[in-house]
């Protein structure tokens, strides 16, 4: 089966609405949570490519989302094909937390970058305003989830916000097997040679954003065969 024949079903949309009903119920709801749990659920059969995506990203400390901590977020938004950069944006989060070592030597990040930034509180705002109507795009979504949650969870005891989610990695991951194609190198800039798209600086919030929105536009593009595809095709389970 071609990831292209899947159908996200009734019931699982169903259960996002109540578990969004749920949420609006807990006390105390910041006003961007409120406003992105109120927002209507898009057209589950209308074309990807027409619905507004928030393309984003998180550069962390670690893997770990109750010992690590978000150092910065990145995003970018999408829609009609089309990457609006005038839409990009970048927050360095000023935690208190020391950044090790060896995130670091992987995303450049030092204290010093670190000093100026905003709080995570008011980064995670930004965030769901700029979320709310759109779909969440990310690569990799086990790590930005896990964050969300563990923030989430910090000030309201639960988890499991109910978002949709594309991820370009497990979009990548899905075709492969379809294809009877074993790839172990799935990383962003892996499969952005792979659509021949040129390479970026990684590890950068920001610059991951907008690389992630263009290998959506690119597997999409190579799959589209000049038809229309549906968003129930691109969400994650």
């Known amino acids: ?12 949309i169903t259960r996002l609405q109540t578990e969004r009903e749920q949420w609006l119920r807990v006390p105390g709801l910041s006003y961007a949570l409120k406003q992105l749990l109120e ?14 995506w928030l393309v984003f990203d998180f550069e962390t400390s670690g893997l770990d989302a109750n010992t690590d901590c978000i150092l910065s977020i990145g995003s970018v938004v999408a829609e009609n094909g089309q990457i609006g950069l005038a839409s990009a944006q970048h927050h360095y989060i000023s935690s208190g937390n020391p950044v090790n070592a060896r995130s670091a030597i992987i995303n450049h990040i030092t204290p010093e970058m670190l000093r100026d930034g905003v ?3 008011k980064a995670m705002e930004a965030l769901f305003t700029s979320l709310t109507g759109r779909v969440a795009v990310v690569h990799g979504r086990m790590v930005e989830r896990a964050f969300i949650n563990a923030w989430i ?17 497990e979009l990548e991951r899905r075709h492969q097997q379809a294809a009877r194609r074993i790839q172990n190198d799935l990383r962003l800039s892996s499969i952005r040679r792979d659509y021949n798209l040129p390479d970026y600086p990684a590890h950068h919030a920001l610059c991951d954003a907008v690389a992630t929105a263009e290998v959506l536009l690119a597997q999409i593009g190579a799959r589209s065969h000049g038809h ?10």
């Open 153 to 169: 969870f910090k000030r309201y005891g639960r988890e499991g916000l109910p978002l949709l989610w594309i991820d370009t990695l």
């Open 39 to 52: 927002a209507p659920l898009p057209d589950f059969n209308a074309t990807v490519t027409h619905l507004p």
């Open 119 to 121: 709080t995570l509180d």
């Open 1 to 12: 089966m071609s990831f292209l024949s899947r159908i996200f079903p009734p019931s699982r």
């Open 228 to 237: 229309d595809l549906l968003l129930n095709a691109f969400l994650c389970d």
